[in-house]
């Protein structure tokens, strides 16, 4: 029950990013469908369903976006790689495990982290593989501006509030 929640939240954060946020702010890349695939692997961890969910999807951002192919899943996967090996050989747990602000916190964390490793993940393959230039628009790297940061931190916090909320509803339910 959680995951239909997870991609219909997905479905409203494209929405949002591509018809209301470029019509109405004038945000051309607002980057809201990545924040919120990374806050659930930062949130969750990783396992098989949330690789596989998370490729086709940003599959499906990569084809209806119009970004290079591989430019937004490679990235998640090197991602997903990352936390695996985090929480293999650092022995960090899952914020999804416990309840209260530190692992609220921990999420926020891991996800800027997170954030930070597939801009420069994501500018290297562009760069590299298909010989851009750095042009602000394709090159995925929103850091530059300081409106663009505190963007990435408000959509991070406003994701893991919402997952933590819809994970704690669920779970009270099922008791």
């Known amino acids: 029950m959680i995951k239909s929640w997870l991609i219909i939240i997905f479905i409203v954060s494209y929405f949002f990013d591509a018809i209301f946020l470029p019509a109405f702010l004038g945000f051309e890349n607002s980057f809201l469908t990545i924040l919120f695939l990374i806050s659930v692997i930062s949130y969750f961890g990783v396992d098989n369903s949330i690789i596989i969910h998370g490729s086709v999807l940003y599959f499906c951002l990569e084809l209806l976006s119009g970004y ?3 430019l937004l899943m490679l990235p998640f996967l090197i991602i997903c790689l990352l936390i695996y090996l985090f929480r293999q050989y650092l022995n960090i747990g899952l914020p999804a495990d416990g309840d209260g602000f530190a692992n609220l916190l921990r999420a926020f964390i ?5 954030t930070g490793v597939y801009f420069f993940i ?11 230039s750095f042009h602000f628009r394709y090159s995925l790297m929103p850091i530059y501006d300081t409106g663009s940061v505190i963007f990435i931190v408000s959509a991070l916090l406003f994701y893991l509030a919402l997952i933590k909320l819809i994970s704690r509803n669920r779970v009270q339910k099922r008791i």
């Open 68 to 70: 290079y192919f591989g």
């Open 110 to 114: 891991l996800g800027l982290f997170c």
């Open 122 to 132: 994501s500018n290297l393959i562009n760069f590299f593989v298909y010989n851009a």
